[in-house]
């Protein structure tokens, strides 16, 4: 669950990221969830839901460019944010 800038159980592999990064989810996710990616300038540049049933959630990020991204999960409960790094 996403409450006050935390994420109950969430776990993101690889780091670094080069093809594919993976968003496990340890207690569920809230309806309506979505995740976002932003980059160094806080552009973004991948936004999308997360189906409620979701136990891990996967993002292709092969050729994006390389270097410190803003990995956000958010909800009406809150928003959960990690740095990643893809190279």
């Not at 669950?1 to 993101?12: M, N, Q, S, Y």
């Not at 309506?32 to 891990?56: F, K, M, T, W, Y």
């Amino acid at each position: 669950a996403i409450r006050g800038g935390r994420c109950t159980g969430a776990v993101v592999w690889p780091q670094p990221a080069s093809e594919e990064l993976n968003i496990q989810f340890g207690s569920g996710v809230p309806v309506g969830a979505r995740v976002e990616l932003r980059d160094a300038l806080g552009a973004l540049v991948i936004s999308g839901p997360i189906p409620p049933a979701s136990r891990i959630h996967r993002m292709d990020v092969a050729g994006m460019a390389k270097g410190p991204y803003v990995l956000s999960l958010v909800s009406a409960k809150g928003r959960w944010n990690r740095t990643i790094v893809i190279n």
